[in-house]
């Protein structure tokens, strides 16, 4: 079996690889998805040098962070659907949310974040392929959206997030991917003065395409942790 010091390098590398084909001069961040994987798998990604991981299941997530409460700088991202009777222990716990759909979800997690913590980074969901089995915003609601989501005080809109539908293509993938980043463009726009510089997307198998169109974070499970 390949060990995880073994998949992260070439993880990275395939960063790298579509980095330069890309042009992208910018830093492309590696978020490693690690959910229903041990907290001793975890331990040993950030041994390697690996800081920021992602995870999809409240109270799975909230159990890894105690355990590894020791490693000194990790930085956890929560990334899966959220209940909104869920809300506080991902506010406690986590420094990253990607996945908020629903306004509501936001406000809560602006009460909800502890007083001592730095506010909290989220990023809007977007349904950019209007699946009716995700969740997350339209792209015409998120203009409208932000404008409330960067009222609440405890909460910092970073940006964008989505999983688009699977293509067969790279050409394929691009488009939705493509759309994205025109729509963070737009919000950059609108609110100059906001630190708008995420765009959440790309996984093990559509990264480079993400990559070509802009992604600054790609999260990647598999490739990485192994199969689930
Ligand atoms: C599981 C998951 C990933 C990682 O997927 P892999 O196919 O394992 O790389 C990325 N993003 C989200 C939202 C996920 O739920």
């Keep these: ?64 962070v105690k355990t590894l409460a ?67 915003f339209t792209p015409e609601q998120v203009l409208e959206v932000a404008e409330q989501v960067i009222a609440l005080p405890n909460i910092v809109l970073r940006g964008l997030m989505a999983i688009p539908a699977p293509s067969e293509t790279e050409e394929e993938q691009r488009k939705p991917l493509r759309a994205m980043s025109e729509l963070l463009h737009e919000l950059q726009k609108r609110f100059p003065e906001l630190p708008l510089d995420t765009l959440s997307m790309g996984m093990s198998d559509d990264m480079a395409a993400a990559i070509a169109e802009g992604a600054t974070i790609v999260r990647v499970g598999t490739a990485i942790f192994g199969a689930r």
């Design 1 to 64: 079996m390949t060990s995880i010091e073994t998949r992260l390098q070439q993880t990275r590398d395939s960063i790298n690889e579509a980095r330069e084909r890309f042009g992208r001069t910018d830093a492309v961040q590696l978020l490693a998805v690690s959910k229903t994987k041990p907290a001793e798998q975890v331990r040993e990604a950030y041994q390697y040098g690996q800081r920021a991981f992602g995870e999809n299941y409240v109270q799975e997530g909230v159990d890894k």
């Design 70 to 136: 020791d490693l000194e700088g990790i930085e956890w991202h929560f990334i899966g659907p959220i209940q909104s009777n869920k809300t506080r222990p991902v506010a406690e716990s986590f420094d990253w949310v990607h996945s908020v759909d629903r306004l509501k979800i936001a406000s809560r997690l602006s009460e909800q974040r502890p007083a001592d913590l730095p506010p909290l980074n989220i990023c809007l969901q977007v349904n950019i392929d209007n699946e009716a089995s995700k969740s997350g």
